[in-house]
């Protein structure tokens, strides 16, 4: 089947590569514990449940600014979860849809769009799509319109610095560029001397959110990857300019998704539960791996362990996969990540019993 001009330039489905390795553990007698993507287990909360079937009747278009109690929802609790200044809010469907489009949707066609050296594959989709010159960059963003940061980092869990975000909002500032912040795992901070910070804290923004824009999800925190719920925050012209765009293109979402993110966005004790829950899983799946001679980098927020046996990735991938494991491989995330593993924290307690288990 012929590729069509865009899928050219796109790099094939990282996922599809992991077909033999996923064989290859799912052949264990206790079947495979597949810890490869960062998709939630956990149940939705009962409340975002009755919150979304109580909306489901509604029979008329949903707004795409979201509803003003979903903007209320997500503004007040981005100040208490996070002591942020959100300035204006908008809900995207789901933040992967978000991010690949952003590039296009704010005319970065022939521009430069920078993402960190090791990232999470869509920023560099983003920019291919927009026809933008994607560049691989922690610090030296040379002169891109667009740069995307990620704190906590999928997939290492490096947490950026109060200094690190100011001299990055100082840079943009200078050069005038936009700073799109991947914060879909914020609340996910596990060493209390590098909790993440928001690029919206007024300790990074000075009160000024201008050309500033954070990406928060509710997959993680609130599992609700399935209902595809996300919102940026940030620089009020910004948010404009994407809703009129976005309004134009129908990218809305639906009607009862936005109640159900109410009532996530309103439950501080659910999200305080499931990340208790990962804490738990972190704890075992960490010890289990140093002892079977891993070493851990970074990994100090976020839903994944960034661990390396000092060899090539497939070959660690290989090795966890004759255990029944599946991981994700470094290299999905850049040449930087040749010699590295992502382990996710989101299996079952059960199945990360199993994982233990079997690395011992």
């Known amino acids: 089947m012929s590729r069509t001009a865009l899928g050219s330039v796109l790099p094939d489905f990282p996922w599809d590569s992991l077909a033999g390795a996923k064989a290859q553990a799912q052949q264990h ?17 009962p409340g975002v449940q009755l919150a979304l079937s109580a909306a489901a009747e509604a029979p008329g278009y949903p707004q795409t600014a979201g509803t003003p109690e979903l903007r209320e929802a997500i503004a007040q609790s981005l100040k208490r979860r996070y002591g942020m200044e959100p300035g204006a809010v908008l809900p995207v469907i789901g933040t992967k849809e978000a991010i690949a489009w952003l590039p296009t949707l704010l005319g970065m066609r ?16 983003g920019a291919l799509i927009a026809g933008a010159t994607p560049l691989r960059a922690d610090k030296d ?4 319109s667009l740069v995307f940061i990620n704190s906590p980092s999928n997939p290492t869990g490096k947490v950026l610095s109060l200094e690190d975000l100011k001299d990055i909002v100082s840079w943009a500032r200078t050069h005038g560029a936009i700073i799109a912040s991947d914060e879909c795992y914020i609340g996910l901070g596990w060493n209390d001397e590098k909790q993440p910070i928001s690029i919206l804290d007024p300790r990074v923004s000075g009160g000024d959110n201008t050309s500033l824009i954070a990406m928060h999800s509710l997959s993680k925190s609130a599992n609700m990857a399935s209902y595809r719920a996300g919102f940026f925050a940030g620089d009020e012209k910004l948010i404009a300019e994407l809703l009129e ?14 109640a ?13 539960l499931q990340k208790q829950r990962y804490a738990a899983r972190r ?28 060899e090539d990735c497939r070959d660690t991938i290989d090795w966890l996969a004759q255990r029944g494991i599946l991981a994700a491989p470094g290299d999905f ?3 930087a990540g040749q010699k590295f593993v992502r382990i996710g924290l989101n299996g079952t307690d059960e199945r990360v019993d199993a994982a233990v288990s079997r690395l011992a």
């Open 29 to 45: 007698p206790g079947g495979i514990v597949d810890l490869s993507v960062g998709n939630p287990v956990d149940p939705v909360a």
């Open 110 to 125: 022939g521009q430069t769009v920078a993402f960190p050296t090791v990232a999470y594959p869509t920023y560099e989709v």
């Open 141 to 144: 963003f040379a002169d891109a």
């Open 245 to 258: 765009v976005r309004k134009h293109a129908g990218l809305i979402v639906p009607g009862p998704i936005q």
């Open 260 to 272: 159900a993110m109410v009532a996530a966005l309103n439950d501080d004790d659910s999200e305080a």
């Open 283 to 310: 704890a075992k799946l960490m010890r289990a791996l140093i002892e079977a001679g891993f070493d851990i980098e970074h990994s100090d927020a976020g839903l994944y362990l960034w661990a390396t046996r000092g």
């Open 333 to 335: 995330y850049g040449p």
